[in-house]
């Protein structure tokens, strides 16, 4: 994974930053050649001026310009933001600078402590990644969902994609963005308690760990570095480089068990293989075992044993190297009393193809020791160059031989309890197959085949698990037009058998550019409710026994917000809901791949009460 993400790689290497530069000389020489409708994929200059300064700064600092924007220096990575967008030489501002001083909150809010109450803590909600929130932390009777109307609306400024899912502890929701910045608002009227810059754009959900004094707040970034933030005041505790390759990422929220933070590494490789002269590819996923307190590397296990070394050469004459791949999107799931870490790995991007690509693999939570892997798929080695035309030499010359799918893990693993008591861990691939894993053995205890996969086809970002049933929603936005693309299903978890599945709810993109009705996001659920989001700008809300729709929001659309920043919903992919006392958070907008960009977090409320 994730060719999605790295689709719109430029070709191009970039030579290092002039003392004086100038962004039209920048771009002349280093981009037109692809923005100027050379390439597929590759928005033109019109459309880079729909854009902002901080919006193109963004890319090239952190996700999909990475690889080229690491050669220029910072001043040239802004000053040619400013020439594409159209805007006026130091018209730049920095990620802090740009949040209005009134969208501050004016005085404390939350009590004596603010992190006491509920909470839906990290992309899973808990340790085990379930996705479900109990009756009495939801607040929000399924007979109510009807009713639910937004209370507020918070502008992300200087972006135009929305970052990671929200985490509600008691009074406080803690929310990170593309351009780096992690925001902790007041819960319940969503002024900014305080914000912190980290290195590049945060798409890790934040997490809360530890107690009292030592409580902090945990994450990721897009240059795969590890932070703590003190938790009341936005301060930094520490922060640490989990993984020194250029294209490594942390996507996935860590996971925090017994003093330890685990934090999942994926990368943007997959993508930079397009580069004609790259040397295609070294990355190798990871998980790393952090002490809470210090930061300190206790263990790093990676996906893949062997390291990368010269294999063949493309038909271009570039050297190829592997094995490589193996990312891990996702947060590990924790069974701290067993010693046990599960995670979900990504797909090979160079041959030769291994064991451990495609996968769902056992650590000792101690030692980070292989303990299983369990793989689902072989020889799925694939990367972006494979979406190239066939008669793109070029373009495809990475591309390996025999290549595969493209059908890895980005949901993450699942610890659930079938009824009677059986432990299993679940797991969602973009196959479109949904397993049931022995977490003794990683043996197979049941697989169903819920819908087709795709390169953004089968199970994307995650699904929700409850007493009873794994409720699944398909993508296929690739793969299938509007109204046939998505839809949702429920699986028994005693023995694998599809209870219902509703499908999509017809073509509601009506001809809109970058809309698609496949539902990657992640599905959350409490008792009675299942809730998915869709690249249509749809969020709904199905019975949990039926599957009938009784909920229907479209966030596709501009809002008001509380920090008076201008903000429109879009797409929704990645992040889904959050939902805690008796409100739901979700973020609407994703302009990436050419879906509906958009800005906004959303919280919504019983009548907006």
């Known amino acids: 994974m994730r060719a999605a993400l790295a689709a719109t790689l430029i070709a191009v290497a970039l030579p290092a930053a002039a003392q004086t530069p100038n962004g039209e000389a920048v771009y002349r020489q280093h981009c037109a050649g692809c923005h100027n409708g050379s390439m597929p994929r590759m928005p033109n200059r019109d459309a880079l001026k729909t854009l902002t300064p901080e919006h193109v700064e963004t890319a090239l600092n952190s996700f999909s310009m990475r690889r080229q924007g690491a050669s220029l220096s910072l001043a040239e990575r802004r000053a040619v933001a400013e020439y594409v967008t159209g805007r006026p030489a130091g018209s730049y501002r920095a990620p802090l600078d740009i949040i209005p001083k009134t969208a501050y909150c004016a005085a404390a809010t939350g009590g004596a402590d603010p992190l006491a109450g509920v909470a839906w803590n990290g992309f899973g909600g808990d340790t085990r990644n379930t996705r479900f929130q109990p009756a009495a932390a939801a607040g929000m009777p399924p007979t109510a969902v009807p009713r639910l109307k937004l ?16 985490t509600v502890v008691g009074s406080r929701a803690f929310v990170g963005s593309r351009n780096g910045i992690v925001y902790a608002l007041d819960a319940t009227s969503g002024c900014i308690v305080w914000a912190f810059e980290a290195e590049a754009g945060v798409r890790s959900t934040p997490t809360v760990g530890g107690t009292g004094a030592t409580r902090a707040l945990y994450f990721g970034d897009a240059n795969a570095n ?4 003190d938790i009341a005041t936005g301060k930094l505790k520490w922060k640490t480089k989990v993984e020194t390759h250029q294209d490594a990422i942390v996507t996935g929220a860590v996971a925090i068990a017994n003093g330890r933070v685990f934090v999942p590494v994926s990368s943007m490789e997959e993508g930079t293989a397009v580069i004609p002269t790259y040397e295609c590819c070294t990355f190798r996923g990871s998980v790393s075992a952090l002490d809470a307190a210090t930061g300190k590397v206790l263990w790093k296990t990676y996906t893949i044993t062997e390291t990368p070394q010269p294999t063949t050469k493309s038909t271009s004459g570039t050297q190829l190297r592997g094995p490589s791949g193996g990312g891990v999107w996702s947060t590990p799931a924790v069974d701290a009393d067993r010693n046990r870490l599960f995670i979900a790995t990504g797909d090979n991007y160079s041959n030769p193809p291994t064991a451990q690509s495609d996968a769902i693999m056992a650590l000792a939570v101690d030692t980070g020791r292989v303990l299983w892997v369990k793989q689902t798929i ?11 035309p066939a008669d793109d030499a070029s373009g495809r010359a990475h591309c390996p031989s025999a290549a595969g799918p493209d059908h890895d893990f980005a949901s993450a693993p699942v610890i659930a309890t079938a009824p009677g008591g059986k432990r299993l861990v679940i797991a969602g691939q973009k196959s479109g197959m949904l397993y049931a894993l022995d977490p003794d053995t990683g ?10 996969g795709g390169v953004l086809g089968g199970i994307e970002w995650g699904f929700a698990v409850d007493t009873a049933r794994a409720y699944v929603s398909l993508s296929s936005a690739f793969e299938k037009k509007p109204g046939e693309a998505g839809g949702i299903a429920a699986v028994d978890l005693a023995d694998g058998k599809i209870k219902w599945r509703t499908p999509p709810s017809g073509d509601t993109c009506r001809g809109r550019a970058g809309c698609s009705t496949g539902q990657p996001a992640a599905v959350s659920a409490i008792p009675g409710m299942v809730f998915s989001a869709s690249l249509d700008g749809h969020l709904r809300g199905y019975e949990a026994e039926t599957g009938q729709v009784i909920f229907d929001t479209d966030t596709a659309k501009d809002f008001p917000t509380v920090n008076g920043v201008k903000a429109s919903g879009g797409s929704m992919n990645g992040p889904g809901s959050t939902i805690a006392n008796g409100m739901l958070y979700v973020s609407s907008g994703y302009g990436s791949l050419g879906f509906m960009p958009g800005n906004v977090l959303l919280a919504f409320s019983v009548d907006g009460k």
């Open 226 to 229: 590890a932070y703590a933030v």
């Open 151 to 166: 209370k507020w609306a918070f502008g992300f400024p200087g972006v135009s994609a929305s970052g990671s899912q929200v």
């Open 378 to 388: 072989a020889g799925d080695s694939w990367n972006t160059g494979c979406l190239q």
């Open 443 to 452: 043996e197979y205890v049941w697989k169903t085949q819920v819908g087709d």
